[in-house]
């Protein structure tokens, strides 16, 4: 089945402590990307990616990391997690090129105390 | 940068009725796409639609782009239909996508 899996699903951590979230996707898309969802505000774009080793940032991207590695893989990294970073957090995929949708993941609800 | 401006914030319906969602944008874009959220969380794309028209089953979807905006339609709906609904422009040039605040839709038995 062709999809965008995240992980974990949920997580609370503590202020401070790194952590990933892990982003894959089984259909050979070029671009991924990371967003963050909070109340009142949407979704915001963290970090987008146009294929291996490309990376480049969005409108929120102070705070995160991430890495493009592999074609299939886009982990979004919080090096030193603070409270305001506790939100709603969303994995992209898509072809490359105009015509073409996102396909997301599930989300990973992130609570950093 | 560009803005995103959805009408209306809220909406409610009774099953069957008929509905027209609005995106309005402040830029040119050379993307755009609509999303539902239902109330799981779950971001479904609906139509990737920078210009045109386009229909799928009861949702139908036009933008003009010329005049910045966008609209959604929804068909006789459903209990189904419930959640919010985002559009998300793309600014000519850049890769990105800005979303707006979403309509938020709740159809009633």
């Known amino acids: 089945e062709a999809q965008v899996t995240q992980n974990p699903r949920y997580l609370i951590t503590v202020t401070g402590k790194k952590l990933t979230v892990t982003c894959s996707q089984n259909?050979?898309?070029?671009?991924m990307s990371w967003y963050r969802q909070d109340p009142g505000l949407g979704l915001r774009q963290i970090y987008y990616?146009?294929?291996?080793?490309?990376?480049d940032k969005g409108d929120v991207p102070e705070g995160y990391k991430v890495s493009r590695k592999e074609k299939r893989n886009f982990p979004l990294i919080l090096e030193s997690p603070s409270p305001n970073q506790t939100s709603l957090y969303f994995c992209?995929?898509?072809?490359?090129?105009?015509?073409?949708?996102?396909?997301f993941g599930s989300g990973t609800r992130l609570t950093v105390v | 940068g560009i803005q995103v401006e959805q009408s209306p914030p809220d909406l409610i319906l009774q099953e069957g009725a008929n509905s027209t969602l609005r995106c309005n944008f402040s830029?040119?874009?050379?993307?755009l796409q609509w999303f539902h959220q239902n109330p799981w969380g779950q971001l479904i794309n609906l139509f990737y639609?920078?210009?045109g028209t386009k229909q799928n089953g009861r949702l139908s979807a036009t933008t003009v782009a010329t005049e910045r905006y966008s609209l959604l339609y929804i068909s006789s709906s459903q209990t189904t239909d419930s959640g919010v609904y985002f559009c998300?422009?793309?600014?000519?040039?850049?890769?990105?996508?800005?979303f707006g605040t979403g309509t938020r839709l709740k159809v009633l038995a």
């Open positions: 639609i920078p210009s």
């Open positions: 990616s146009m294929n291996v080793e490309v990376t």
């Open positions: 259909m050979n898309h070029e671009y």
């Open positions: 830029d040119s874009v050379n993307n």
């Open positions: 998300a422009p793309g600014p000519s040039g850049t890769y990105k996508y800005i």
């Open positions: 992209a995929s898509s072809l490359q090129g105009r015509g073409y949708g996102y396909t």
